[in-house]
């Protein structure tokens, strides 16, 4: 059985429209910030699926992907991600 995979649609700075696959959501409930991990399925040099990890801010009924720059949330998504792999 194929396993379905769940898009979601990015809107970039420019205007243009980019369609990624959405690995997972969560939401750190202490600091109540939202993340999403995606990827665009490009492969780096050893052959290994790049993801992207962005933090999400919500006005209304649009989100916005935002940079994660703040080593302690950094530590926190790679504990969680860590924690993920060893249950897989």
Sequence with gaps: MEEKKE??????????KEEVELLLSFKFNDNNKEYV???K???DDNGNVTIYVSNITRVGNEATLNTVSDDNEWS???DLLRELSKNE
Excluded: H, Q
């Excluded at 898009?7 to 243009?16: A, P, S």
């Design 76 to 78: 926190r998504i790679k």
């Design 7 to 16: 898009m979601m649609t990015l809107t970039l700075e420019n205007g243009t």
């Design 37 to 39: 991990i995606y990827t």
């Design 41 to 43: 399925n490009e492969k």
